[in-house]
């Protein structure tokens, strides 16, 4: 998967780098995948580095624009200030130029990739007082980290700024660097959030993920950081000799839950959503099962018998959302479920949807859904068992808009035509089965499937 896809970025987005530990690198790599793109710095940047753009403008100040605009079509191209001789990185641009950058930027569609901070090249940093400089219409702040960090000393020679790195994280100097320790500091106002305007979207970059121990680590804490970041990628921009070259080896990003209990059950003759499954409601039981896996926000849509199924699933931490037009059919709940995730978590990355006639669906398999959509960003995941396609299905984000469109008693399968599923294997018959009749209870209630 490429590094762009992971963070989603498009070609209207300005975005800025910031932190350790591969952050011109991957600069970089996105402009590359993205190219024509603009790059620039809020700081200043390594001469050595100005080699990985196809051209570079130098811009002084009180000048007129170069002649760019002729040359947008030629790949990357690297605008900054004057060379200084005496530390070899050429300036950055003052914030006059920067906006008739992002103008220029703006004007014909191209990505604005902005380095806004230094680091030494060093895995780790603590921004200081004067950092990072992020630009007040950044789109997305990429906060990167080196995992090569982790176990070894806190020291100047591992870590930018050491002591605003220990005070923020707690470890003293000489202590090791601990997976909870940097997440301490990424998640610190003072740390990685620190400059970031608001509604720009947040991704930790959890980069030199070289091993599968380090992969291991950045999974510790990828919870951790999403209470702070809308996403968490963990990469490798330069894996080993040996090694697949994927440069991402994971996505995390919140998944919601959508519980679809706002059918009359008219077929079985009382609601469903009420039924007993073990001494509690299936809707209760679904709700549950949703959150014990993980998925926020857990959006419960109801319709028919509203009262009485919003009423059993009090207490739990679930945002209910009443459709109106339950009786048109399915696509009426799709649509309200996407709406209320669009307004709850905007930049949830996909959802799963939940029927509330199974409640025998486990944690396990949702969390094998996400675990799939996570390595590389399928527009849907199922499970395919013995052959069959099942429930429940995760939509990503990209299907949104689509499933919004949705008409009369159609459900997510509509939009299939449009975004090819990837499966995931189950061998459990159990997800087969949806309870339609008092019969199909009864095969419930005896795990006969």
């Known amino acids: 998967m490429q590094l762009s896809k992971a963070l989603r ?16 690198s991957a600069m970089f790599r996105v402009a590359q995948e993205l190219a024509p793109a603009l790059v620039t710095t809020t700081t200043h940047l390594g001469a050595w580095q100005a080699s990985l753009a196809n051209l570079h403008f130098i811009w002084a100040a009180d000048a007129p624009m170069p002649e760019i605009e002729s040359w947008l ?3 990357v191209i690297l605008v900054t200030g004057m060379l200084d001789e005496e530390t070899g990185r050429f300036r950055r641009l003052d914030s006059a130029q920067l906006k008739k950058l992002r103008e220029l930027a703006g004007y014909h569609n191209l990505p604005l990739l902005i380095e806004a901070d230094g680091s030494r090249q060093k895995p780790l940093k603590a921004p200081a007082p004067h950092e990072p400089v992020i630009p007040a219409f950044a789109d997305v702040v990429v906060v990167v980290a080196g995992l090569s960090a982790l176990k070894q000393p806190l020291h100047t020679a591992i870590v930018h700024r050491s002591e605003i790195f220990s005070r923020l994280s ?3 100097e000489g202590e090791a660097i601990t997976p909870q320790a940097l997440a ?11 400059n970031i305007p608001a509604g720009a979207r947040r991704v930790a970059l959890l980069n030199q993920a070289d091993t599968p121990a380090l992969q291991a680590q950045a999974n510790e804490i990828d919870g951790l950081l999403l209470q702070a970041y809308d996403a968490v990628v963990i990469s490798s921009m330069e894996p080993p000799p040996g090694s697949p070259p994927e440069i991402v080896s994971a996505v995390k ?15 079985y003759g009382q609601p469903k959503q009420l039924l007993d499954y073990h001494g509690q409601p299936f809707v209760r039981v679904v709700a549950e099962t949703a959150l014990q896996a993980g998925l926020e926000p857990v959006i419960l849509v109801s319709g028919a018998n509203a009262d ?7 207490g739990l931490p679930v945002i209910v959302s009443r459709n109106p037009d339950w009786q048109v059919g399915q696509s009426t709940s799709m649509r309200t479920g996407v709406t209320a995730l669009k307004e709850q978590a905007s930049q949830a990355g996909g959802a799963i949807f939940l029927l509330v006639d199974q409640p025998q669906v486990n944690a396990d398999v949702l969390r094998a859904l996400v675990e799939r959509h996570s390595q590389d960003l399928p527009a849907a995941v199922a499970p395919y068992v013995f052959d069959q396609r099942a429930n429940p299905v995760l939509f990503d984000r990209v299907t949104f808009d689509d499933l919004l469109t949705l008409q009369g008693d159609t459900g997510g399968r509509a939009v299939f035509s449009k975004f090819s599923p990837r499966y995931v294997n189950w061998y459990d018959r159990g997800l087969l089965l949806d309870v339609d009749t008092p019969e199909d209870y009864d095969k419930l209630l005896r ?3």
């Open 9 to 24: 970025l498009s070609n209207s987005d300005v975005v800025a780098f910031v932190g350790a530990g591969g952050k011109t």
């Open 308 to 314: 009485l199924v919003e009423a059993a699933v009090d």
């Open 73 to 75: 079509s030629s790949g």
């Open 184 to 194: 301490k500091v990424l998640t610190s106002t003072e740390g990685g959030l620190k």
């Open 170 to 172: 707690g470890l003293k």
């Open 253 to 267: 990003e919140k998944i919601g839950g959508i519980i679809l209990a706002a059918g009359a059950a008219s077929r």
């Open 447 to 449: 795990g006969e499937f």
